[in-house]
């Protein structure tokens, strides 16, 4: 059973950096593609960045987050992060991290929310001053 816990998630002053925590339990992360979404109060959840099981990067998602945010993996600790700098209140959401089981050797970093079978519980980011 595949199992994802986000942390780092917190209120933060315009301008400001946090980076977001992803650990995965159950299944390497050479063998699955990690996305992180979002969503904000009264809006749809959105892709943020993904990152494959190859270890290629999709950030094709959001244009708002574009040279701002970063995605990354640390296979050693299973954990995938999202650096998140320059931020800004719209960037106020519930962040998610999921996984869909692509495979190994795999560049995939599927668009739709229903090829992730595995969610995380979420971590509250709030951007304001």
């Known amino acids: 059973q595949l199992r994802l816990v986000e942390s780092g998630g917190a209120l933060v002053q315009p301008g400001g950096s946090l980076r977001l925590s992803c650990v995965v339990s159950g299944r390497p992360l050479n063998s699955v593609a990690i996305t992180w979404f979002r969503q904000a109060p009264g809006k749809e959840r959105e892709g943020v960045s993904c990152?494959?099981?190859?270890?290629?990067?999709?950030?094709d998602y959001t244009d708002s987050v574009k040279g701002r945010f970063t995605i990354s993996r640390d296979n050693a600790k299973n954990t995938v992060y999202l650096q998140m700098n320059s931020l800004k209140p719209e960037d106020t959401a519930v962040y998610y991290c999921a996984a869909a089981l692509t495979g190994y050797v795999s560049t995939l970093c599927p668009d739709e929310q229903s090829s992730y079978d595995y969610w995380g519980q979420g971590t509250q980011v709030t951007v304001s001053s």
């Open positions: 990152i494959s099981s190859w270890g290629t990067i999709n950030t």
